[in-house]
């Protein structure tokens, strides 16, 4: 099932808030990081499978949680994922995780932004991008670079709500797009 992006975003404000309130908001993020490095695609597939079965009670669930991460993370994350899975809302878990974290680097600061090329720049390539980004944006960017060989060339940079895209892909779509209303004498 599908998390509604509202739900979302409520579960995380309430969880943020409560985290501030306390005092462990470092602790939080620290504890949210663990819980996604540790979490390989063949553990996270099993957990998932754990937590979306209708045949499990969510007794079990939570006790299967709480052997995971009891001891590893704040009581206060603990309680928000007891809490997600007495309401039924397992399906919030995931993307309020990544919603906190986005959250808290704000509340820090900083602004996530993601940069495709078509092959792997360079550490120095890197820090040229980083450094006019910030100067341009007037922020403190953390990037995550990917590689996409399908942009063919060029740069396509998105942090919220603003999308630059100036890769040859991007390009030659426009142009087709053009050529396609051209009409030929």
Known sequence: MKADLGVVASYTEALFEAAKKKGVLDTLAENVRQIQK???PESQGRIKAV???????????????VKLYGGRVDA????????????GRLEVYEP???LFLQ???????????????AVEPSA?????????LNRSLGKTLLIDFKVDSSVIGGVRFKSGDILIDTTIARGL?????????ASVL
């Open 96 to 98: 309020a995780l990544e």
């Open 103 to 117: 959250k808290y680097d704000e509340h820090r600061g900083f602004l996530r932004a993601e940069v495709v090329t």
């Open 173 to 181: 779509a426009a142009l087709r797009t053009k050529l396609k209303g």
């Open 76 to 87: 206060l994350f603990l309680n928000f994922v007891r809490m997600l899975i007495k309401r």
């Open 38 to 40: 540790s979490l390989t």
């Open 51 to 65: 937590f979306e079965s209708p045949n499990i009670a969510r007794e079990k669930k939570e006790a299967v949680f």
């Open 124 to 132: 120095e390539e890197k820090q040229r991008m980083t450094s006019a």
